[in-house]
């Protein structure tokens, strides 16, 4: 797995530097490791589900419906669409998210 070394402003001294985490460049997050201060720096919360745009994606979106609906395991859609566990998640959220959205149309 690859680690991102993103250049960022660093949200405690907003110098320039290879981001490591919660926003903070790798020196002032080991500073504020060192010092027990990481937790004035919060985690960021998990990005928001994209639902799949383009044809392909919407009809194994369809597709990961339909398996969920015969209850298989996450592992076993996995195979059955021939993705990754972790795609099978990204499914599950952006399922869920249309799930959601049609029931407050439904409300509506
Ligand atoms: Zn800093």
Redesign the pocket.
């Known amino acids: 797995m690859s680690r991102s070394t993103a250049t960022i402003a ?1 949200v ?2 907003g ?1 320039p530097g290879q981001h490591n985490a919660r926003g ?2 790798t020196s ?1 997050y080991d500073r504020h490791r060192a010092k027990g201060t990481l937790d004035r720096y919060p985690r960021r919360p998990p990005a928001a589900p994209r639902p799949p745009k383009e044809p392909h994606g919407k009809r194994m979106l369809a597709r990961y419906a339909e398996l969920v609906s015969r209850r298989l395991s996450p592992a076993r859609i996995a195979w059955e669409l021939g993705v990754g566990e972790r795609t099978v998640q990204r499914y599950a959220a952006a399922y869920a998210l249309q799930r959601a959205e049609q029931a407050q149309g439904r409300a509506a």
């Open positions: 660093c405690c001294c110098k903070l460049r002032c």
